[in-house]
Every structure is written in structure tokens, then in C-alpha cells.
């Protein structure tokens, strides 16, 4: 019993405490009227068409958080509907990435193409109303039929139809006897309406092609828009929750469960997360994928949950982010640096720090004895004490920081400078007493210095301070690695609320996204597995990519410690 109440206390520090939400408030009120009885069934619907982005993770946490807050349950289900365009690798991208995010729909997996068989009854049920027609117009004509925003559309020649033909045409469709794109079923509402969703939409395409679950069992298959509504009509879904883009399909699938008389989901649409500098739109991701912009759906410049999870993101920090930018009514862009502040936030807590070097040059202490080892205590996390310590080797000849070091230093500059003393951080306070220089370039190979004895652990016995305290690592005891800097993918702004279908955004990619660098480490982190967090003392978070081995360690830079947006909200403050 009280392991629930730390529990929950803990997740209430993390998590930001619940803001009041307009979808919240519509339960709360059903569930006052009794509208579905008390209950709250949600869902997440995917299509497998492409792994998760980080917009999907906004709808992930409002649909298993809602369903989680009122004692309900939430679905994960597949809208499954195009097989031209789906794979069982996004199918178990998909599964993966709502589980790491931390979510379970418990026995609720579901896919569309279960339903395929009750759709196809349902859609005789409509013939047989009278309500659907069987339309041999090709895609093009359909088109010029439907009319423009200021003229309503052209009836079919095909739309009264009786419904014997309907019958037979749509089981001769089904059973494969006519080529793709000969016919089409559709519903019969209204040409005229000023909705275009109502203008007789298509139900069923024949469509001569093997899908990931159903192999070749069916060549007609039933539209998004046929399908959507319907299953979650099947699995007694409540509270049907979807971005704007879906407020003109609502009246369309109120239509359909009327039409067949079967239990009526109600539909709320929230706004599209759009984050600056990337893209969040399967098609473009693709792209990004196919051209050979990125390494793949996982590169850690994806805005793909698999792309934040192997860069370093906590599902913590983009749960923390998805509760603090809540839900709204108009489509808005979020700064890409609001998330990096919730992971920092989250990073800091959980990293173990570490000492590296990016840009490594050799630092000498003269006066050090040749052969000694000395190890250093250093703290694992300032913010957690049970994270302990580590023991730093510290020995005759470092790596410092190239930037660590100037010969000539700016006025402000209170790091290493020739007859400047500053702090090893854990170990000794050290003068510079020269540097050595490449003989034909003149640039400085070696920073020279001797160290106080006095001063083990960084203080000295005098009381005497220095300005500035910087990292190290011991020489002969660093672990070579490669270290991937990563910078925006893109450099717009940010992206249209919705696919519009232009590719304008692949002229805004940023070259200089991946840099790649060759550093050193304190030995504690040799062999350190994938996914292991580090934070590097003064430069930022860090975590072990996929492709390191025991050979060779290879590390993302998760993002960097400078935290613009803490400085906005301190100004606006
Ligand atoms: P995309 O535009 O990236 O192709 P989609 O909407 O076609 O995405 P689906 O697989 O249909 O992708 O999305 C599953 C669920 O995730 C839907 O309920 C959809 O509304 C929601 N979703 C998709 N993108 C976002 C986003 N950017 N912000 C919030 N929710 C989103
Ligand atoms: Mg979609």
C-alpha cells in the first residue's frame, strides 16, 4: 500500500501536475449525464504505414492517459486499410514505441483488417437501404463530378443504380472480376452538400493487392473513411479523439452508424503537435528515409520516438512534454527548444556524470612524478546522492579541452591562459607554464603546467580561489570513442499544419546536421552498452549509440546543456 503512494508521488514529480483540458471537461460531463454509462474506452489508431513520430506521442498520452485517469481502457489499433503502403515492420515499430513510452493497452490490440469481413456486410446493409451504389466513373471523372467549394457536384450517371445491380456488381467487385480502378462503391448522401466528405464518398476501391494480415483473400478494400468510424464503433469506443484535420470527416462517420443503427462513438478533434526545425508527417519522413538524408527511421535527427529513444530521450521527458503542452482548439508550432528544456529537466536527474573531451589536447604536468596514479573521487550526480561515486585516474599527462586553453586570452576569459591557475575538476589546482608548438604550423600541440600537491581535491589549504574549473582525462587511461554532434535536421521554422503534399521542406535541410568527432573518456564508461546516459560535466547529455560495440564506442550527443528556453521563461518571468 505505501509502495503506491511513493510511486505515485514520484510520477507526480515528473509528471507535471494535469492542466485542465477541454476534452477532460467533455468526460466529465458525460460521465455526470451518464452518457456512456461512466465508461471511458479510447484509442490510439495508427496506420502502419511509417514508425511514430513524436506528434503520435501527443495523441498516445492523451488517449492512454485519459483512459488511465477516468478507470477506463484504451485500445491500440491499427487502421489497417491500405495494403499497398503498410508493413509488419512499422506494425512492430509501432508496438515497440508505445510500450517504450510506457503505455500498455493490456489484451486491446486490434486491427482494422479484422473488421474487413463485418464492413463488407455493413456496406450490403447500405446497398440493400439504398444508402450505397456501386459507380463505374474512373478516379479522374469522380473528380470532375465532385464539384468545387462554390458549385455543388454532378450527380454519377451511375447513382440510382438499383439495388439488385448494387448486389450483384459489388460481390462480382469482391470476387475479382473487374480490373482496379473500374469501380468503386460508394455511399449515397448528398452532391450538393457544402461538406465535400458528403459529396457520395467512396466506400470501397477494387484494388488487386496482398495485404500484411489478410494475404489475398480480399481486391476490394474499404476506404479510411469507411473504416475508421466503423471499428471504433466495433470496439464500443467512448470518446473517439483525433486532430482538427478530422472535424469535416465527423459528420460523415455520425452518418455511417446512423445509417447502420450501431453504437455511436463521440468524435473530438484536438490540435496537431508542429514543432520547429523538423518535419512530423509519415510522407516527408519517408523521404527523408528513402532520398538517404538520414540513416534511417531511427537516426537520432528523427523526430521519430525510435529516433528520440536512440539519441537519448527518456520516455519520461516527452511524456513531461506532451502533459505541458496540453490540448487546444487551433493548430499551433511548438519551439523544438521547449522539448529539449523538458528533457533536460529529466536528463539531469537520471545522467551519472562523466568526464570527456571533444576536442582533446595533451595537457603536461611537469612537476607530477612520471609513473604516478593517482584516483580521484568524483560524484556520479550532484542531484543523487545514491548514485555514489567513481574513482578518476589522474596521472602526468592529460586531455583537456583545445577551448579549454588560450595563449592570448580575451577579457572575459577566465579558463587556462599561460601563468593562469585554474581547477582540475576532483583533483589539483594547476599553472600554465608554456605550451610546445607544431615546429612548422605553429599551432600549440601541448599545454604545459605544474600542479600545487597541496591542492588534492581541488582546494587549496590557503584559501587562495580560481576562476575557473575544467575536465579532464588521464592520457594513458582514456577511452578513444566517436562522438556524433547533432544539430537541427531542418532549418525552417516550422512545419504546415498539415501534409499538404509539397516537398519545399528538403530545400530547408540543414548540411551541417551530423558532425562527427573523435574524443576521450574517463575509462569508467569502456564498454558501456547502447542506450547508457552520460552526463558530460559542462557540455551536455549523452548517450551510447546502437552501432557501438566492445571495440568501438560510439556515443550520440542528446542535447547540449545550454538551456535557451529557461532563459525565456526567467526574462518573461
Ligand atoms: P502523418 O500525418 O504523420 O502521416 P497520420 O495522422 O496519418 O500522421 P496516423 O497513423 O493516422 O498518422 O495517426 C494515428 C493517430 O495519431 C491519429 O489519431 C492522429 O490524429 C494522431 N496524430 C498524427 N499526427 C499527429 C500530430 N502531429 N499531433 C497529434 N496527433 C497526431
Ligand atoms: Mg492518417
Not at 511524456?319 to 493548430?331: A, D, E, M, Y
Not at 508550432?333 to 573531451?357: K, Q, T, W, Y
Request: glycine share 6%; charged share 30%; net charge negative.
Amino acid at each position: 500500500m505505501s509502495m503506491d503512494v511513493e510511486n505515485k508521488d514520484s510520477l507526480d514529480k515528473t509528471e507535471a501536475p494535469r492542466p485542465s483540458n477541454f476534452i477532460r471537461d467533455i468526460i466529465i460531463q458525460d460521465n455526470q449525464t451518464g452518457k456512456f454509462a461512466g465508461k471511458v474506452r479510447t484509442r490510439f489508431p495508427p496506420e502502419p504505414n511509417g514508425y511514430l513520430h513524436i506528434g503520435h506521442a501527443k495523441s498516445i498520452c492523451l488517449n492512454f492517459g485519459l483512459a488511465a485517469e477516468f478507470g477506463g481502457e484504451c485500445n491500440l489499433r491499427f487502421d489497417d486499410t491500405n495494403p499497398c503502403k503498410e508493413e509488419t515492420e512499422y506494425v512492430e515499430s509501432i508496438i515497440e514505441d508505445v510500450r517504450w513510452l510506457g503505455f500498455d493497452w493490456g489484451n486491446n490490440l486490434f486491427y482494422a483488417s479484422d473488421y474487413f469481413d463485418q464492413l463488407y456486410q455493413w456496406a450490403v446493409d447500405l446497398i440493400r437501404k439504398g444508402k450505397a451504389y456501386v459507380c463505374d466513373l474512373t478516379a479522374e471523372q469522380v473528380r470532375e463530378y465532385r464539384g468545387t467549394p462554390t458549385e455543388p457536384g454532378k450527380e454519377s450517371p451511375y447513382r440510382n443504380r438499383s439495388v439488385e445491380e448494387n448486389l450483384d456488381l459489388f460481390e462480382r467487385m469482391r470476387a475479382g472480376e473487374f480490373p482496379d480502378g473500374t469501380r468503386t462503391l460508394r455511399s449515397k448522401i448528398d452532391m450538393a452538400s457544402p461538406n465535400f466528405n458528403m459529396r457520395d464518398p467512396v466506400m470501397y476501391r477494387i484494388l488487386h493487392a496482398d495485404h500484411h494480415r489478410t494475404g489475398g483473400k480480399w481486391c476490394i478494400y474499404p476506404m479510411y473513411d469507411f473504416t475508421h468510424g466503423e471499428s471504433d464503433s466495433i470496439e464500443g469506443i467512448t470518446h473517439s479523439i483525433c486532430t482538427l484535420e478530422f472535424e469535416d470527416h465527423r459528420p460523415l462517420y455520425d452518418w455511417y452508424v446512423e445509417q447502420l443503427g450501431i453504437h455511436h462513438p463521440q468524435q473530438i478533434e484536438f490540435d496537431r503537435l508542429n514543432l520547429t526545425n523538423t518535419v512530423l508527417s509519415k510522407r516527408k519522413l519517408l523521404m527523408l528515409v528513402e532520398k538517404g538524408f538520414v540513416s534511417g527511421w531511427d537516426d537520432p535527427r528523427m523526430p521519430t520516438i525510435s529516433g528520440f529513444r536512440r539519441r537519448g530521450y527518456s520516455p519520461e521527458a516527452i511524456r513531461l512534454f506532451c502533459s505541458r503542452i496540453g490540448v487546444s482548439k487551433t493548430n499551433g508550432i511548438v519551439e523544438f527548444g521547449f522539448l529539449e528544456h523538458c528533457l533536460r529537466e529529466d536528463l539531469n536527474a537520471r545522467s551519472p556524470r562523466v568526464m570527456a573531451v571533444l576536442d582533446p589536447i595533451r595537457l603536461v604536468v611537469e612537476n607530477y612524478p612520471d609513473d604516478q596514479v593517482e584516483e580521484m573521487e568524483a560524484v556520479n550526480n550532484p542531484e543523487d546522492a545514491s548514485q555514489g561515486t567513481r574513482k578518476a585516474p589522474f596521472s602526468k599527462v592529460l586531455y583537456i579541452e583545445r577551448d579549454d586553453f588560450r595563449e592570448d586570452p580575451p577579457k572575459q576569459y577566465f579558463r587556462l591562459a599561460p601563468g593562469r591557475e585554474v581547477r582540475l575538476r576532483y583533483a589539483y589546482l594547476v599553472t600554465c607554464t608554456g605550451v610546445v608548438k607544431d615546429a612548422v604550423t605553429g599551432e600549440v600541440v601541448e599545454v604545459r603546467c605544474k600542479y600545487d600537491p597541496e591542492t588534492r581535491g581541488g582546494n587549496a589549504p590557503d584559501g587562495r580561489r580560481v576562476k575557473s574549473t575544467i575536465h579532464w582525462v588521464s592520457a594513458p587511461h582514456a577511452v578513444d570513442f566517436e562522438v556524433r554532434l547533432y544539430e537541427d535536421l531542418l532549418r525552417q521554422k516550422g512545419d504546415e499544419d498539415e501534409d499538404t503534399g509539397s516537398n519545399d521542406f528538403l530545400s530547408t535541410i540543414n548540411p551541417h546536421s551530423l558532425e562527427v568527432r573523435a574524443g576521450k573518456i574517463e575509462p569508467h564508461a569502456k564498454g558501456a552498452a547502447p542506450l547508457t546516459r552520460y552526463q558530460f560535466e559542462r557540455i551536455g547529455y549523452f548517450c551510447v549509440d546502437k552501432d557501438s560495440t566492445p571495440d568501438k564506442l560510439v556515443i550520440n550527443r542528446t542535447v547540449t546543456l545550454r538551456d535557451t528556453w529557461a532563459k525565456i521563461e526567467k526574462k518573461g518571468g
